[in-house]
Structure formats: structure tokens, C-alpha cells
């Protein structure tokens, strides 16, 4: 009993396992952050688990799906053992002596891969079964294209390596011939391994039993008698061809992120995933095999070298707004260039064509003194894009189909303004045709469509490597990056409605053919919103008093039509717009624009994730022109998260957790926002009056809080039947019918009511 006990203990697998947990601490902690992500302990919030449970590629979750994403996790599973292998191989002298010495090490380095696998396939089958209602036949089925994808690539290799990599037979039966060059295998920087010492020592690694091909348990053979220089000249001949792997591996990613222009090479996000697995463990192998303990030396003058390269002028690159022109001279960012911005007579000018537009407006409604609606929609990905959209369809059935028309202003945030602005292009479409139906089209079916797996692939396949192919946008050249397969994976799923330039707007606003948008993305620079329209805007830098009085109040937004007028402003393409406004951090590239100093911005929500500070100030200036002309202001919020009243307290919190937040308020910006909003209503029920103002929430909260939609560019079915069935909550027909109320409408209009 204690001798099975000892051969358990001291055997390949577990002694490698070990070795993993003593030594290779950075690849062990990849396998742990994927893992994390599987089971959603990890970036939950943002969907990364739906990435592996529901992998979608072509718009479908299907066999070929999966079957893409076990080729991706089969890559990754050869290239943890080529690098395990680079790394370890030395210390196990006695596989030198073995047959196909690689594909024994990778059998019995099983032990993580399988834990991870385990984990995975249970997650898959929980997921797919309860949340995607798919039956037995169809999770097999999926489950077969994973293992048939993942056997594909690993056969691919092993048949490479069967035929490449010599074993001790290869050198026993060449023994009368000249020795090999070992110099040609050598890595550069690395020392020689020690064999000698390995091979007449008693060895520091004990195994005493592995595993064979057959999964029979053998004995470790000694290896004094064999010559140490053959013994070595065979790890090195190893390690060149893991190596070539590992090389061919890169130029393949960079190859498909060439291709990714073409719909069929954007794989799915899960597959990127491992593919980036792929690269970090195949680096980080890379560091420790050529310096050792130099490791952490190297990659930290590395990390600066690279910071320092890409700072370069010919190496620098920044996202830029597509359609602007940053040949011209730079618009001059400062607070005197604001103030030419806002002077008196500009003001005036801008006020005189927005109450233009409002009396068209007027001239639409059947009432002599209508109500007008003006719309707030909030961020949050996919999830707040259906959520909008979801809510102005029923809205609109509710209100006979008048609800574009009665709307005069819309404004938001990320996602949820990008869903508004793809709803009011198929208004403004339908308008312009005789008997058109404007909800033919599932519009939520449309806007719902991935977006989260061509934007991880860019980042893996073209992104990392700095972005270098150039396309053609409004008469400029830009490069090629996840900012610009974002709006082009977007023009695909929308049919390309949105493919147009804030110029193309302009007409129809004036006219009134369609709702103003205000988009509002954050500058990173100094903290104020940059003010996006078809229409001059400098009413809305500052608040009135700001025009009078200089010293009152400071110019907390930027008017962006003015500001880059000889850049040509209007040229600039209006998904970018959206997408300029929906820039979460890492997820897209903040977008620089040619000014000086240049300025970045990021998305809208962290100034204003709700879109009420443009509507209040919008309000605010116009409120004459609202209190003589209208019978008052009704203000729809959209918000695709519910406001959580819950209070907690962690006292368990320790020196370390105090340290990164010792003021308890991370986390809470959202939160924050909604109580700076509520003071800034509250002044407009006193500016409007009480019975000229009204607000109508329509809040997304799940019926079923377990099946809640993340904030991500991805959602599943579940998800997007979530947010519909969102509608059906007491909360929600009630806002409905108080709207129907507020605009006279007071009779029983199913939800559903026109949409299809």
C-alpha cells in the first residue's frame, strides 16, 4: 500500500502539476482567469461567460460554433505543453530516453487542461439546458463540434511533430555518424542545460511512474548509460520545433486579422480568448526559456521599451473620428476658444435656428399647444439597446403611432443611444414612403445581433500587433482597428441604415421629419462633454447665466460642430458618433481628435449615463419658447438598470481592501449620477411648473432577477427575451398608461399594439 502510495505521489502527472504550482505561476494564473470567466466569477456583469457557454459565429449558435472554439482551445492546449515543455522538459532527463517524448509529456501534463475541460463542458451543458432550452441531441451535437474542433488541430501537431522530432531510437541507429551541431539549437541568451549533472546526480525532481500512450502506468528507466550530449541534442531538437509552433501560431493570428474584413474569419469571442491565452503563455514561456531568472528583469524593461516604441512618432497611433480631416491646421482647445464659441451674437443665432425647428415641430402636432416629449435613454451595451428600442415600439403602439412625431429631442448614452438613433433612421425611412410599415423589420432581432466577437478577434489578431491596414472613410485614410470593425459589424447587422454623416441629418431635423439627438461622448482630458449634433449647438456649453455673465458658471461642454468646423465636422461619419459615445475603456479605443492640445474622448457615462443632463439643459434654454407653445414637457427616461435602495456594510474589509478604497465609494458612479440628476429635475418642476412637467420612467428590471442581461455587445436568447418580458412588469404598464394619460390617450392600447 504505501509503495502504490509513492508511485501516485511521485508520478509524472502529479510531480508536474508541482512543478506548475512552484514555478509557472503566470500560466497557471491564465488558466485560472479563463476559468474564472467560464464559471462567471469574472467579469460577469459583462457577459464574459456567455462568450464560452454560447459561442456565436455568423450570427448563429450552432455546431460550427463550437467547433471553432475547440480549435481555438485545441491551439491553446498544444501551445501550454510546448511551453511547459521548453520550460520543464530538462528536468525529466529519463524522456529523452522515451519514444514521442513530447507526446508523453503532453498526456501526462493532463491534470489542469482536465480540470479546466470538466468545469467547462458542465457549465456548457447547465447553460445551454437551462438557459438556452436546447434538448439532449442538440447540446451532443454542439459538444461534438468542440471535441471534433479541438482533435483537429492537436492531430495537426502531432502528426508535424511525428514526423520533425527525433526521439532516442532516431540517434541510437545513427550512432556511427558525425555528432549533431548542437549550436543550432540553441536559443539566444540561454545556458546551456546541465545533462551531465542531471544525467550522474540523483535527480531533484523524484518521478518514479508516467504514463504511456495506452494510459498504462510504467516505471522510470535510468538514464546513466546513455550519452549526455545525445540526451541533450534531443531536447533541443524539441524545443526548435515548439518553437517554429509557436512562431506559425503568431503569423496565423496576424493573417486572420488581414481577413477579418470578410464576415466568415471573425471567429467567436470565446475562441479569441484562447487564441490571446495562446500568445501571453507562448511569450511568457518565451522570457523564462531565454533568461531565466532574468525573467521579471526582462519583461518589466519590456513593458517600457514597448510603452516607449509605440510613443514614437512613426510608431505612435491613436484612434481617430472617421470622416474628419486631420490633415488641416489643429482646432485650438482652450477656454479662449470657448469664449469665441459662445459669444452673445453666435448664441443667438444658434437659439433662433433650434426655435426654427421647434415651431416646424409645433406645425406637426394637432394640438394647438401640444406636449412635448423629449427622451432620455440610458447605457449599458446590447442589453440597453433592445431595452430602448423595446420600450419605443410598445410606446409608440400605445400612443397610435405618435410618438416620433410628439418627440422633439433624444439623447443618451452607449448603447442606448445607439438602439434610439437605429429606431428613429427606420422612422424617418418610413416616413418618406406611401403605406410604409416601419415595423416590417424585427428592429430588436437587428440591434441585438453580436457585436463583442469581431471586436475581441481585432483586438487579438490586430490590435496587439498595432493596427497597420489603412481603409478610405469620407475622402481620408484611417487605420484599420476594433473601433472600426465595431462600426462596420454594426452597419451589418443594421442592413447599413446608419452608414451616413451628420450632415445627412441635418435637413430632416430642420424640417422636423425627425427628433434632434444629442450625442454626448466624456473628454478625457478635462472632464467636459463634447456636444455632438447636426445642428449648431452653443447654447448648450454653459448654462444661460454663462452667456451674460462670464464669471457665474464655467463652460462645462463643448459644442463640436463649432470647435472642428474647418476639420470638417459634419463630415464626421455618424456611427462613429455612436460609437465615440459607447467607448467603454479597453472594450474600444478612446478616439483622439485633431486638436491642440489633442483630446480623447470615452463614453458618454461617465460624465452622463442617462442623457438628462443635455435634456435639462436643452429645457432650461428654451423654457420661454416650451411654457408659451406647449402644454409642457414630457420627459421619458429609459434606463436599462434599476436603482438599487439596497444598503451594505463590509466589515470584513481588510488594511489592503481599505488601502485601494478608503473612501467605500468605487463602483457607485452611476449611482452618484442618479442623485445629481434627481436635484437637477426637481429645479425643473419649479422652471416648467409642476403641472408643465412630468416624468415617466420606464426601467428595465427582470422578472426573473436570475436571467438579468449583462452590459456586454453580446446577448442570448434568454437575455434578449429578459429585456421584451421586462415590458410586462407592473412598474412598466403602468408608465405606459400613465403616459397614454399625460398625453390624453387614457384608454386601454395593448403593449404590443402595432409591433410585430
Request: hydrophobic letters at 45%.
Amino acid at each position: 500500500m504505501k509503495k502504490k502510495f509513492e508511485n501516485l505521489i511521485y508520478s509524472f502527472p502529479i510531480q508536474l502539476l508541482v512543478q506548475h504550482i512552484r514555478s509557472n505561476h503566470f500560466l497557471i494564473l491564465i488558466w485560472a482567469i479563463i476559468t474564472l470567466m467560464v464559471t462567471g466569477l469574472l467579469a460577469s456583469h459583462f457577459g464574459a461567460q456567455y462568450l464560452f457557454l454560447d459561442p456565436e459565429y455568423l450570427g448563429e449558435v450552432n455546431f460550427w460554433s463550437f467547433f471553432l472554439m475547440g480549435m481555438a482551445f485545441g491551439a491553446f492546449f498544444i501551445t501550454w505543453n510546448l511551453t511547459t515543455y521548453l520550460l520543464l522538459a530538462h528536468n525529466f532527463p529519463f524522456l529523452a530516453t522515451l519514444n514521442r517524448p513530447f507526446t508523453k509529456w503532453s498526456l501526462n501534463n493532463f491534470i489542469v487542461p482536465l480540470v479546466f475541460l470538466i468545469i467547462l463542458l458542465i457549465s456548457i451543458i447547465r447553460f445551454q439546458a437551462y438557459y438556452q432550452g436546447s434538448g439532449v441531441t442538440q447540446i451532443i451535437y454542439d459538444l461534438l463540434g468542440f471535441f471534433l474542433g479541438g482533435t483537429m488541430i492537436v492531430t495537426l501537431v502531432v502528426i508535424y511533430l511525428t514526423f520533425t522530432n527525433k526521439d532516442i531510437e532516431s540517434y541510437l541507429s545513427k550512432r556511427k555518424n558525425k555528432p549533431p551541431n548542437l549550436e543550432k539549437f540553441l536559443a539566444p541568451g540561454r545556458r546551456d542545460v546541465d545533462i551531465d549533472t542531471l544525467v550522474k546526480e540523483k535527480p531533484k525532481i523524484k518521478v518514479l511512474t508516467f504514463l504511456t500512450e495506452k494510459f498504462k502506468v510504467r516505471l522510470v528507466r535510468s538514464v546513466e548509460h546513455y550519452d549526455s550530449k545525445m540526451l541533450l541534442s534531443i531536447f533541443r531538437q524539441n524545443h526548435g520545433n515548439a518553437l517554429i509552433i509557436q512562431l506559425a501560431s503568431i503569423l496565423l493570428l496576424i493573417l486572420l486579422g488581414v481577413l477579418i474584413e470578410h464576415p466568415p474569419f471573425r471567429i467567436p469571442a470565446s475562441a479569441s480568448v484562447f487564441i490571446l491565452g495562446s500568445i501571453l503563455i507562448s511569450l511568457a514561456g518565451a522570457v523564462t526559456y531565454w533568461f531565466g531568472p532574468w525573467k521579471m528583469t526582462v519583461f518589466i524593461l519590456l513593458l517600457l521599451g514597448i510603452n516607449w516604441i509605440t510613443g514614437v512618432r512613426n510608431f505612435n497611433y491613436n484612434n481617430q473620428a472617421y470622416g474628419l480631416n486631420y490633415e488641416n491646421e489643429k482646432a485650438i482647445y482652450s477656454p479662449a476658444s470657448f469664449d469665441k464659441l459662445i459669444e452673445i451674437d453666435k448664441v443667438e443665432h444658434d437659439k433662433d435656428q433650434m426655435i426654427n425647428i421647434l415651431e416646424n415641430w409645433k406645425a406637426k402636432q394637432k394640438d394647438a399647444k401640444p406636449k412635448m416629449i423629449i427622451t432620455c435613454v440610458s447605457g449599458g451595451g446590447l442589453k440597453a439597446s433592445v431595452w430602448a428600442v423595446n420600450v419605443l415600439e410598445k410606446a409608440d403602439a400605445a400612443l397610435n403611432n405618435e410618438l416620433f412625431n410628439k418627440t422633439a429631442l433624444f439623447s443618451g448614452s452607449s448603447g442606448g443611444l445607439i438602439g434610439t438613433a437605429y429606431l428613429r433612421e427606420q422612422y424617418l425611412r418610413a416616413s418618406k414612403r406611401e403605406d410604409a410599415d416601419m415595423y416590417e423589420t424585427d428592429h430588436i432581432e437587428k440591434i441585438s445581433e453580436d457585436l463583442l466577437n469581431s471586436i475581441a478577434f481585432m483586438i487579438v489578431s490586430n490590435d496587439l500587433f498595432l493596427p497597420w491596414l489603412e481603409f478610405e472613410k469620407g475622402g481620408h485614410m484611417y487605420r484599420r482597428d476594433r473601433g472600426y470593425i465595431f462600426e462596420q459589424q454594426l452597419n451589418e447587422n443594421t442592413n447599413f441604415v446608419l452608414d451616413k454623416t451628420l450632415e445627412d441629418y441635418k435637413q430632416d431635423e430642420i424640417d422636423a421629419n425627425i427628433p434632434l439627438m444629442f450625442i454626448t461622448p466624456s473628454i478625457v482630458n478635462d472632464g467636459r462633454r463634447l456636444i455632438i449634433s447636426s445642428q449648431p449647438v452653443s447654447y448648450m456649453m454653459v448654462a444661460p447665466i454663462g452667456i451674460n455673465d462670464a464669471e457665474s458658471v464655467e463652460i462645462d461642454a463643448v459644442d463640436f460642430g463649432g470647435l472642428f468646423k474647418d476639420q470638417n465636422a459634419k463630415n464626421l461619419s455618424f456611427t462613429t458618433a455612436l460609437r465615440m459615445n459607447a467607448t467603454y475603456p479597453f472594450i474600444l479605443p478612446n478616439v483622439h481628435l485633431p486638436s491642440n492640445p489633442q483630446i480623447e474622448v470615452l463614453d458618454a457615462g461617465f460624465r452622463d449615463n442617462f442623457g438628462v443632463k443635455s435634456a435639462v439643459r436643452y429645457m432650461q434654454v428654451f423654457k420661454d419658447w416650451i411654457n408659451e407653445n406647449t402644454d409642457g414637457v414630457v420627459l421619458m427616461l429609459i434606463q436599462g438598470r434599476d436603482r438599487s435602495n439596497d444598503i451594505s456594510a463590509d466589515e470584513s474589509k481588510g488594511i489592503i481592501s481599505n488601502l485601494f478604497d478608503p473612501l467605500g465609494i468605487a463602483g457607485k458612479m452611476l449611482r452618484l449620477q442618479e442623485f445629481d440628476h434627481d436635484t437637477n429635475l426637481g429645479f425643473m418642476y419649479e422652471l416648467l411648473g409642476e403641472d408643465n412637467f412630468d416624468i415617466v420612467r420606464f426601467k428595465y428590471r427582470p422578472l426573473n432577477k436570475k436571467e438579468e442581461a449583462s452590459m456586454t455587445f453580446h446577448l442570448t436568447e434568454r437575455e434578449k427575451q429578459s429585456i421584451i418580458n421586462a415590458m410586462d412588469s407592473p412598474e412598466n404598464v403602468k408608465a405606459l398608461k400613465n403616459l397614454q394619460r399625460i398625453l390624453g390617450l387614457d384608454k386601454n392600447v395593448s403593449p404590443t399594439l402595432g409591433i410585430k
